[in-house]
Structures are given as structure tokens and as C-alpha cells.
Nanobody
Framework: EVQLVESGGGLAQAGGSLTLSCATS????????IGWFRQAPGKERVGISC????????YYADSVKGRFTISSDRAKNTVYLQMNNLKPEDTAVYYC??????????????WGKGILVTVSS
């Protein structure tokens, strides 16, 4: 059974930092791209960062480029999202998802339940 479990969310002040973790199990970590998506209140869910752990290749949306860093620990089958210089507009539910095709893509294969990040001004 594929499991994706997000942790590390919560409340941060503008300009602060948080690190999200996505602990995974039930699939071959090296065969998938793993991404972080977020859904702000009243908005659609969007992909903000992806990593292919075996290649260490990464993707960032313009909205987070230079502030967020995605990384993976292949020994722990875990992906991290270091979020620095947080802004109130980063407030959203953050989801971890995997795909054996494109990331971010229109159809991700599995999703975590999501975790709330709130950034106060």
C-alpha cells in the first residue's frame, strides 16, 4: 500500500521558515517523481516543486523559486521542502504526491492527505 505522510506544517510569521517532510512507503522511491502541491483558500491546487530522487533533478514554480528548496533522503524514502522567507500568500494546505510520469502533472498517481501551513503577517 502506497503511503505519503506529510509533517512539519503549522504557523509561521512572515519572513520565517518551515520545513515540510513527506515520508513515503509502498513503492520504489527511485521509480517516481515526488512533488509538493498546495491549495490556498478559494484557489485551485497547484504544483510548486518536484524532485526525481534518482537523478536529483528538481522543478520549482516561479512563486517559490529562490525561497523553497526540495530535497530527498533516499535512505529514508523521504522528501523535504525547506521553505524560507515565507509570505502570507504561502498560506495553504500542502500536499505531497508522486507520479511515474510528469511532475507536476495533470494526473499524479498518489496523494498525501495534506498539511496546513499558515503564514501570519
Amino acid at each position: 500500500e502506497v503511503q505519503l505522510v506529510e509533517s512539519g506544517g503549522g504557523l509561521a510569521q512572515a519572513g520565517g521558515s518551515l520545513t515540510l517532510s513527506c515520508a513515503t512507503s509502498g513503492f520504489s522511491f527511485d521509480d517516481y517523481a515526488i512533488g509538493w502541491f498546495r491549495q490556498a483558500p478559494g484557489k485551485e491546487r497547484v504544483g510548486i516543486s518536484c524532485i526525481v530522487p534518482e537523478e536529483d533533478s528538481t522543478y520549482y514554480a516561479d512563486s517559490v523559486k529562490g525561497r523553497f528548496t526540495i530535497s530527498s533522503d533516499r535512505a529514508k524514502n523521504t522528501v523535504y521542502l525547506q521553505m524560507n522567507n515565507l509570505k502570507p500568500e504561502d498560506t495553504a494546505v500542502y500536499y505531497c504526491a508522486i507520479s511515474d510520469k510528469a511532475c507536476p502533472g495533470p494526473t499524479m498517481d498518489y496523494w498525501g492527505k495534506g498539511i496546513l501551513v499558515t503564514v501570519s503577517s
